[in-house]
């Protein structure tokens, strides 16, 4: 589903690198709501936008804080605290900062950001014939595979995807605590679903569902230290540090576990049934490009699955 701001803005407003030039524009959101007597900067040769029309533009909500020259924006739980005069901002009060290419600027009692910023959030940023359109990461193809595509081409592309494009969550991430040479993924998804799915990493079990195009973090937990099956650790809900909702519980799944080591890449799948634990459907290990075992049937789907979501 695009996300697309289209605002009429001046050529040379766009092209100038000078200090500071407005431009009134009208900002038109995706459910064709306009947003009216709103302007653009140009700063450094960067493009600045009023923080207010920022943030409802992509429907985030937007606090400001006078006395200490501050404004939060909030979006999927995640809090991007901004200091007027200053190019760093901080993620959910956390001490490390990150980095705008201009300072936040305020103008005429206005707040602008660079719209790089948008940017760092995933979203895609172009600009050509007076239009600056802020559109979703994914491709019109994509789009149409995760939403209406079958099971097994929606699910391997939402493994992709979420390797690819900013995950957010709606609380503080958990710290994976398990740092190997080895990088090993897998996803459970609940039975005829691909919008949601449990993604094991490490030691950190994450339940992400597809929010707006993007993977959004609902919930998270710690798995047991040294822990050797992650899949009987999750079914037992042996798990630490849990926030969020309350998971998915007495489901049935499809696994997909992948894990590359140098040039020695391996997956395998398999179902686990809800009472009955989990059994494998197939593995593949690969070595320089060379498959060197398999056995069973590599499948993103279990028999007569349908999809639902």
Known sequence: ????????????????????YASPVT??????KTISGS?????????MIPIRDLARAIDATLSTDPVHHKVALKK????????????QYSINNQDAVSELNVVVQQINGRTYIPSDFLGSLGYEINS??????IESPLSTQDSKTL???????????VMQLIMQIPTHGEQQLLENHEESEAVDNQFLFPKGEVLRMYHIYGDVISLIEFKEDFPVIIWQARLPKQSTDHVKDFLS?????????????NKDYVSIESGY???????????????KGYYSTGHEYTVGGSVTSMAGKISFVMPEEKRID
Do not use: C, H
């Open 147 to 157: 939403y209406q595509g079958d099971l097994a081409s929606a699910r391997e592309l």
């Open 1 to 20: 589903m695009k996300k697309i701001i289209a605002a009429s803005i001046a050529a040379s407003l766009l092209l100038s690198s000078t200090s500071t």
């Open 39 to 47: 302007d653009v900067q140009i700063r450094k040769g960067k493009m």
């Open 261 to 275: 080591f140098g040039d020695s890449t391996s997956i395998e799948t398999g179902i686990i049934q809800a009472g």
């Open 76 to 87: 999927w739980g995640e809090r991007y605290v901004f200091t007027i005069g200053k190019a």
């Open 27 to 32: 900002i038109t959101t995706p459910d064709q």
């Open 128 to 133: 050509s014939n007076k239009v600056l359109r």
């Open 237 to 249: 809900y042996k798990l630490k540090e849990k926030w969020g909702s309350v998971p998915l519980k």
